[in-house]
C-alpha cells in the first residue's frame, strides 16, 4: 500500500482528499501548524496527524502533498525534497487522486460548494467538496461507484487537473486575481480551458463572462427559466420552490434566488443521469451545508445564523434571504456581525463591502483575520461610518444571546432579533462558543 503524506492537512479542501485516499487503501499520515476540529476528526478516522510542523513526520512515504498555504521554506517540505520523496501540491496531485473516475466538477466564484453538495443528492458517487454537507456530515463521502463529485479549485487553477466528465461553472466572478497576475485574460482562460476538457458543460449563461462562451453547453438563463419562486420556513427551517424550464415545479432546503439557480445547475447536471421524478425527491435529502445559511438557534424572540460569505456578491445575496427570511419570521431587526477575511479582498472589494450591508440595522466589525497575509492599513470605523459599526475585538457565545465588548469597553447584548455573522475565518468557532 502506498503511502502519502500531507503537508497542511487541517484545510477544508485537502483534507477532503485525505479522506478519500484512506478510503481507497492508502496509508495517510499528515501534519498542521496546530489542532483543530478537523485535525481530530482525522486522527479518530485512523489518520496519523502530527501537529506542528516537524521534519520528523518525514519518514518513508511514496510522495508528499501540500496544500496551496505551505511555503517552500516549510521545515517538512524541505526534509521531503532532501531525502528524494515526491512532493506535489494539490493541484499537481489531482490527477492521482482523481484516476479513473468519472468527475462531476463544480466551479465558480460562488455557490459552488452548495451546488456541490445538491449535486451529490441527486447522482450516485464519491463526494469531494470544500464544506461540510448535513446531509453525510463530511466534507468527503466514499463509494466504489464511477462518479465522483467533485468541488473544482479556480483559486490555483487547479480545476485544470480535474479531469471534469461533466462541468458546471455557477459563475465566473473575478477572485484571487494574484494567482492570475490581475490579469483578466489570463482568468478567463483558466474558466475557458476548465469547460473545455469536459463532455458536458452546464453554465449560468447570465454570468457576464460566460454569456459570451459560444460551445455547447447546457445554459441556464435565471431571469427566465427559473419562475414562480416562493420562500415558504417550516419551523424555522427556510425552503425554495420555484419551477424550472418545462420541468415542472422543484423545492429544496435554504432560501433565495441564489439557492434556486444552485439547485437549477445542479438538476440540469443530474438531469441525464437520473429520472425526473428521482430528481425531485432526492433533492429535498439536501440538508445545506454548515456555516452557509446555518441557523444556530431559532426562537420567535432570536435568530442566530452562521455565515460563511466573505465576499460583497455573497453577503449581498445572502441578506437579501435574510430580509426575507425576517420578514417570514415576523422580525424587524437585523444586525449583521462582519469578520473581513483577508486583506487583499478587503481592500480589493472595499466599495462592494461598503454598499452590501444596506438594509441592516445594525453593523458589528471584527478585526480582519488575514489568513498569514502582512496587514493593509484601513480605517474601518470611517470607511463604514455611513452604518455607525460598533468594532469589537471577538464576540461570545452565552445561551441563546451573543455578547461582546465594544472600543470603549462597554458590554453589548444581542438577544433579540436576527443576528447574523459574516466570514471565512474563526467567527464561526466565535457564534458557537467553541
Known amino acids: 500500500m502506498r503511502k502519502v503524506h500531507f503537508i497542511g492537512i487541517g484545510g477544508i479542501g485537502i483534507s477532503a482528499i485525505a479522506r478519500f485516499l484512506n478510503e481507497k487503501g492508502y496509508i495517510i499520515s499528515g501534519s498542521d501548524i496546530k489542532e483543530s476540529v478537523t485535525t481530530k476528526e482525522l486522527v479518530k478516522q485512523g489518520i496519523n496527524v502530527i501537529t506542528p510542523h516537524c521534519k520528523e513526520a518525514i519518514t518513508d512515504q511514496d510522495f508528499v502533498i501540500y496544500s496551496a498555504a505551505i511555503k517552500e521554506d516549510n521545515i517538512e517540505l524541505i526534509e521531503a525534497k532532501r531525502r528524494g520523496i515526491k512532493c506535489l501540491s ?14 462531476f466538477a463544480v466551479a465558480g466564484a460562488h455557490g459552488k460548494s452548495t451546488t456541490s453538495a445538491m449535486l451529490a443528492s441527486l447522482v450516485e458517487g464519491s463526494v469531494i467538496i470544500g464544506a461540510i454537507s448535513k446531509q453525510f456530515n463530511s466534507n468527503m463521502k466514499y463509494n466504489t461507484h464511477e462518479n465522483v463529485i467533485f468541488e473544482a479549485d479556480e483559486s490555483d487553477s487547479s480545476f485544470l487537473n480535474s479531469n471534469p466528465y461533466l462541468a458546471i461553472v455557477t459563475n465566473a466572478e473575478p477572485e484571487h486575481m494574484e494567482h492570475y497576475e490581475y490579469d483578466m485574460q489570463k482568468f478567463h482562460a483558466a474558466y475557458r480551458g476548465f469547460l473545455e476538457r469536459a463532455k458536458i458543460r452546464v453554465i449560468n449563461a447570465e454570468d457576464e463572462f460566460l454569456s459570451t462562451l459560444k460551445f455547447d453547453a447546457i445554459r441556464l438563463n435565471p431571469s427566465v427559466d427559473i419562475t414562480d419562486m416562493t420562500m415558504v420556513v417550516r419551523d424555522f427551517v427556510p425552503y425554495t420552490t420555484f419551477n424550472l424550464k418545462n420541468l415542472g415545479k422543484f423545492e429544496v432546503l435554504g432560501m433565495g434566488e441564489h439557492i434556486a439557480i444552485d439547485a437549477s445547475l445542479a438538476i440540469l447536471a443530474a438531469i441525464n443521469e437520473v429520472s425526473l421524478s428521482s430528481i425531485r425527491e432526492n433533492l429535498m435529502n439536501f440538508k445545506g451545508i454548515k456555516k452557509r445559511f446555518d441557523i444556530l438557534t431559532a426562537t420567535k424572540k432570536f435568530v442566530l445564523i452562521d455565515d460563511y460569505a466573505h465576499h ?34 478587503l481592500s480589493a472589494n472595499l466599495q462592494g463591502f461598503k454598499e452590501c450591508f444596506k438594509g441592516i440595522d445594525e453593523l458589528v466589525i471584527l478585526p480582519v483575520y488575514a489568513a498569514g497575509e502582512e496587514p493593509i492599513e484601513i480605517d474601518m470605523k470611517e470607511e463604514f461610518k455611513e452604518y455607525n459599526p460598533i468594532m469589537t475585538t471577538h464576540v461570545s457565545r452565552e445561551d441563546d444571546s451573543i455578547v461582546f465588548f465594544d472600543e470603549f469597553g462597554v458590554k453589548n447584548l444581542l438577544d433579540d432579533g436576527l443576528v447574523i455573522g459574516f466570514g471565512a475565518g474563526d467567527i464561526t468557532y466565535q457564534l458557537r462558543g467553541k
Not at 494539490?90 to 492521482?96: F, M, V, Y
Not at 456578491?313 to 422580525?331: C, P
Open 90 to 103: 494539490r493541484k499537481e496531485a489531482l490527477p492521482i487522486v482523481l484516476e479513473g473516475k468519472r468527475v
Open 312 to 345: 460583497p456578491t455573497e453577503i449581498k445575496a445572502t441578506l437579501k434571504s435574510v430580509f426575507e427570511y425576517a420578514k417570514l419570521l415576523g422580525i424587524s431587526k437585523i444586525t449583521a456581525i462582519f469578520q473581513p477575511h483577508r486583506y487583499t479582498r
